[in-house]
């Protein structure tokens, strides 16, 4: 049974940091891409970026690159986004995913969590 429990979510003020966990069970981590998206009340899920199987490669979305930094421990089957530099307009629910791929671009994401609430005041 695949399962993936997204954490670390919160509330923060604008400009501050928050680092979210993904706990990956029931499928073969090491060797898939992994991906973290967002949604916003009334809009659709969005990429935020992805890792490549070994973390040797990352994307990530204009609007968060520079700010959000993707990393995986394969060895703990766990991948985390850290967040920095928050704005209001990242306010959302994070959700950590796995990719048919072991590369990036990962391709299509199968598996997802239920997600992690990111708020950020003003």
């Known amino acids: 049974q695949v399962q993936l429990v997204e954490s670390g979510g919160g509330l923060v003020q604008a400009g501050g940091s928050l680092r979210l966990s993904c706990a990956a069970s029931g499928l073969p981590f090491s060797s898939r891409a992994m991906g973290w998206f967002r949604q916003a009340p009334g809009k659709e899920r969005e990429f935020v970026g992805e890792?490549?199987?070994?973390?040797?490669?990352?994307n990530y979305a204009d609007s968060v690159k520079g700010r959000f930094t993707i990393s995986r421990d394969n060895a703990k089957n766990m991948v985390y986004l850290q967040l920095n530099s928050l704005k209001p307009e990242d306010t959302a629910v994070y959700y950590c995913?796995?990719?048919?791929?072991?590369?990036?671009?990962?391709?299509?994401?199968?598996?997802w969590g239920q997600g992690t609430q990111v708020t950020v005041s003003s």
């Open positions: 995913a796995v990719a048919a791929g072991a590369i990036v671009p990962g391709g299509e994401y199968r598996y």
């Open positions: 890792i490549g199987w070994n973390g040797g490669r990352r």
